[in-house]
């Protein structure tokens, strides 16, 4: 089974509207952390946000926040007030286990598109 | 931030030649690095995860004698393939974790290495 999954390879969005990117993950282990990169054309991938298993309030920073869904094993991201500069590959990554130096499970990315 | 640096960006060489890709933690330690393989329109595929002063940990179907990882100190490990081939060309993009932080802080990642091969 996959351990990510992005469902949207696309979306769309006007500019200055919030979009939503899903993920849901699969794991058994109690601990885990999940986290969002942004990739530009450009390749680089730019980490923007962490929720961690135990935390009991969503993740925000700045213009993302994380929709954290426990029971349903979701871990959206939400951009608010879009900007053309995020136009991006995003993805929804989950480090399994607690352990410091545990590798990282990406999913398969959604492409975003933001129209001026 | 904690800044990973990735030489060279970009490579274009003839079938058969080997290429090394240098990972490097420039502002901290990493006793472990992980490389990732991406084809256009894809996600982040991990290769191996290289240990400091001890073997790679290879994923299943990668082939540790045509990707030789080397982790020689806590700043760099080096991805060497080996007698590459056009099917080798591909983007390729490693990441570190500062050892000393807890683990919710992210992998830092190199900016990548696109590889040609003609």
């Known amino acids: 089974a996959q351990k990510i999954t992005q469902t949207q390879p696309g979306m769309f969005v006007q500019e200055k509207e919030a979009v939503t990117l899903d993920c849901t993950y699969d794991?058994?282990?109690?601990?885990?952390?999940l986290f969002w990169y942004k990739q530009p054309s450009s390749g680089e991938m730019i980490f923007l946000i962490y929720?961690?298993?135990?935390?009991?309030q969503n993740a925000t920073e700045g213009r993302y926040s994380l929709n954290f869904q426990k029971a349903r094993k979701s871990a959206n991201l939400v951009i608010s007030a879009s900007q053309l500069g995020d136009s991006a590959m995003y993805f929804c990554a989950m480090r399994e286990g607690g352990g410091n130096f545990n590798k990282f499970y990406f999913g398969s990315g959604t492409k975003l598109n933001v129209k001026p | 931030g904690a800044v990973v640096s990735q030489h060279p960006s970009w490579v274009i060489c003839k079938s058969g030649t080997s290429v090394k890709i240098e990972c490097r933690s420039l502002?901290?330690?990493?006793?472990?690095m992980f490389w990732y393989r991406q084809f256009p329109k894809q996600s982040l595929m991990l290769m191996a995860t290289s240990n400091e002063g001890s073997k790679a940990t290879y994923e299943q179907g990668v082939e540790k004698d045509k990707f030789l990882i080397n982790h020689a100190s806590l700043t760099l490990s080096t991805l060497t393939v080996t007698s590459a081939h056009p099917e080798d060309s591909s983007f390729y993009i490693c990441s570190a974790r500062d050892r000393r932080v807890s683990s919710n802080q992210p992998q830092h990642f190199g900016d990548g290495t696109r590889l040609s091969i003609l």
């Open positions: 502002d901290f330690q990493a006793t472990t």
């Open positions: 929720q961690g298993s135990y935390d009991q």
């Open positions: 794991t058994s282990d109690p601990s885990y952390g």
